[in-house]
């Protein structure tokens, strides 16, 4: 089946570390999306990518980091410059630009100890 | 930049009453418009979408929503809620008109649909 995984589905981070999420996608889709979630803000996008080798800041990028050096993998980054990195993660990816919607991933939800 | 705005944050309904969600956004040119849904402890899921034509368009499990132009809303709706129904809400917009260099989906703050049996 076609889909998007998202991995670890938890992960624990010590403050002032470095760490990194895998989005992974065999859909074929062009573009791949980064969001954070939190309790009554809904969805927020840090980082997209509509094409291999280039991504774009989104509305809250600051602390956050991701490359796309091929086309199924937009692995994010939470530096140990983002001042809250507790919250849920979600990846996506669409075809084109995404006036088609999205396909999302199951998340990873990491947790700052 | 564009916003969509979602009235409810929590809604608490009995089983079988009638349900609907609001939505407004604020952009002018044309649009699609998307209702998700994410159940407890699952990924978020499309619900329905508009892209042109009817503007009531029906989705899975018995949902549908009106896309109303003159208004900027896109309201769901259910006649018949379920304790199944349990789950977050969210509408996303995305610019549609020619020559949109991005269509990123634009997304309210959710809605938390709690259904009592």
């Known amino acids: 089946d076609g889909g998007i995984t998202q991995s670890p589905k938890y992960l624990f981070r010590k403050e002032g570390q470095n760490v990194t999420l895998s989005c992974e996608q065999n859909l074929n889709h062009d573009a791949m999306y980064w969001y954070r979630q939190d309790p009554g803000q809904g969805l927020r996008l840090i980082y997209y990518?509509?094409?291999?080798?280039?991504?774009q800041k989104g509305d809250i990028a600051e602390g956050y980091s991701v490359s796309r050096e091929k086309k199924e993998s937009f692995p994010l980054t939470v530096t140990s410059a983002q001042k809250n990195p507790t919250a849920f993660y979600l990846c996506?990816?669409?075809?084109?630009?995404?006036?088609?919607?999205?396909?999302f991933g199951s998340g990873t939800r990491l947790t700052v100890v | 930049a564009q916003s969509v705005s979602q009235h409810n944050h929590h809604v608490i309904l009995s089983e079988a009453a009638s349900l609907e969600l609001g939505c407004n956004y604020s952009y002018g040119g044309t649009v699609n418009l998307f209702w998700y849904v994410q159940y407890p402890g699952q990924h978020l899921q499309l619900l329905l979408k508009?892209?042109?034509?009817?503007?009531l368009v029906k989705g899975i499990k018995g949902f549908e929503a009106e896309f109303i132009k003159s208004k900027f809303s896109f309201n769901l709706r259910k006649p018949s809620v379920q304790w199944s129904d349990t789950a977050e809400y969210f509408c996303?917009?995305?610019?549609?008109?020619?020559?949109?260099?991005?269509?990123?989906?634009?997304f309210g703050r959710g809605t938390q649909l709690t259904v009592w049996p």
């Open positions: 996303a917009v995305t610019p549609a008109d020619r020559g949109s260099t991005l269509g990123r989906l634009y």
């Open positions: 996506a990816s669409s075809i084109g630009q995404g006036s088609d919607g999205y396909t």
């Open positions: 990518s509509q094409i291999v080798n280039d991504f």
């Open positions: 508009y892209f042109s034509g009817d503007p």
